[in-house]
């Protein structure tokens, strides 16, 4: 108990301190304030100890995350409405943790209502914990002039509960600032000013969701990039999936990219080509492509022109797939046993075909297949 004194007495200093000097009378008056204030406090840390078993420290440490601290007459049921909705004790210790102001939430007016309409969406008890951490201020907003508004505006693009669940899963700034709503008007407008349909606009925001609560100049650059530089019609089957590939990077993140592909040989019409064919080879990290590149134009000896035919390539992995098949490849070419096979045939065999086939050779080369899955370890 002294120890918990102790670390009290501290935060509340850390809480409480003023640099401007005061008056006497205000002094007083504040001590008397401050007196009834730590009360609370304690009263507030022996509940998380003692109902939530929370150790002494982390107790402490959430209590300091509560600045006005005037009453936990709630806290109780508060508890009560979390269990009711189908939160378990560790989740429940989860939430108070990560956001202990939770308890002093007026349960009936401010807390049961937003949790019964997330959980009636659909939400599990899970997506919404992840929810509540990803916007703290979560049961802050207004009921009817924020939640339930977004919510109706993301139905009404993208036409299921399901996938509004999926949006706001991965939409970490859907509920977390004032203005992504308008973001997301502000998008919806632009891609209907670039003439895009409602259903292709719901597949947009419903694929996008995590980059859609964005200034509008964001989607700007993308849409003009994919478009203009790239020479991806806005009327192609192919744009969207283009734009996918791209949305997490920069376009002058992209610039840079081109311009690794460039140095090892690809010319403008071959990089839209392949962006065409793989947008996925634009999605990849400027040493990733790279990596590629050194090992199938420099070791392999493809040209530029033979990748682009061969999109495939970029999308699997060096290590695991394509090096350890093109050792076995070398070796049925030393036993002249490959036939017509190439390395593009060969990788985009599914693992379990390519080993029946290595099965083939047991008699000719035997230990093939052993030596092909020690090297994908």
Not at 99 to 123: A, C, M, S
Request: net charge positive; with cysteine.
């Amino acid at each position: 108990m002294f120890i918990l004194r102790h670390h009290l007495r501290r935060e509340l200093f850390s809480i409480y301190h003023h640099k401007s000097q005061i008056s006497y009378s205000t002094s007083t008056k504040s001590s008397s304030i401050d007196q009834s204030t730590t009360a609370i406090r304690t009263e507030f840390i022996n509940y998380l100890i003692n109902t939530l078993n929370f150790t002494t420290e982390s107790a402490i440490s959430s209590s300091s995350k509560v600045r006005r601290l005037t009453t936990t007459r709630y806290c109780d049921s508060v508890i009560h409405i979390l269990k009711n909705n189908g939160f378990n004790d560790s989740q429940i210790k989860d939430i108070v943790a990560w956001i202990p102001r939770v308890l002093l939430y007026k349960p009936n007016e401010t807390l049961e209502p937003k949790i019964r309409v997330f959980l009636n969406l659909g939400l599990t008890n899970l997506d919404l914990l992840r929810l509540i951490k990803r916007n703290p201020s979560l049961f802050e907003l207004g009921l009817h002039s924020r939640i339930v508004p977004t919510i109706d505006y993301l139905r009404m693009l993208v036409g299921t509960d399901e996938k509004v669940i999926d949006i706001i899963n991965r939409s970490r700034w859907l509920f977390s600032t004032s203005v992504a709503l308008k973001f997301y008007a502000g998008n919806v407008m632009l891609l209907k000013s670039y003439g895009f349909s409602d259903e292709q606009i719901g597949k947009f925001v419903h694929r996008n969701a995590m980059h859609f609560a964005q200034p509008s100049k964001w989607l700007t650059s993308k849409l003009d990039w994919v478009e203009c530089k790239m020479g991806v019609s806005r009327e192609s089957n192919e744009f969207f999936r283009c734009f996918n590939a791209i949305a997490s990077n920069s376009v002058v993140n992209m610039e840079r990219k081109m311009e690794v592909y460039k140095r090892f040989g690809f010319n403008d019409t071959e990089l839209s080509m392949l962006f065409k064919n793989q947008p996925h080879c634009f999605a990849l990290s400027e040493d990733t492509i790279r990596e590629k590149l050194r090992f199938y134009m420099d070791e392999v000896g493809y040209t530029s022109g033979y990748l682009v035919t061969c999109p495939s390539l970029f999308s699997l992995s060096l290590e695991k797939r394509v090096k350890p098949r093109n050792e076995v490849l070398k070796i049925l070419k030393e036993r002249m046993l490959l036939g017509s096979k190439s390395l593009i045939t060969l990788v985009n065999y599914p693992e379990l075909r390519f080993q029946d086939y290595l099965r083939g050779f047991e008699d000719e080369i035997p230990g093939l297949y052993e030596t092909y899955v020690s090297r994908r370890r």
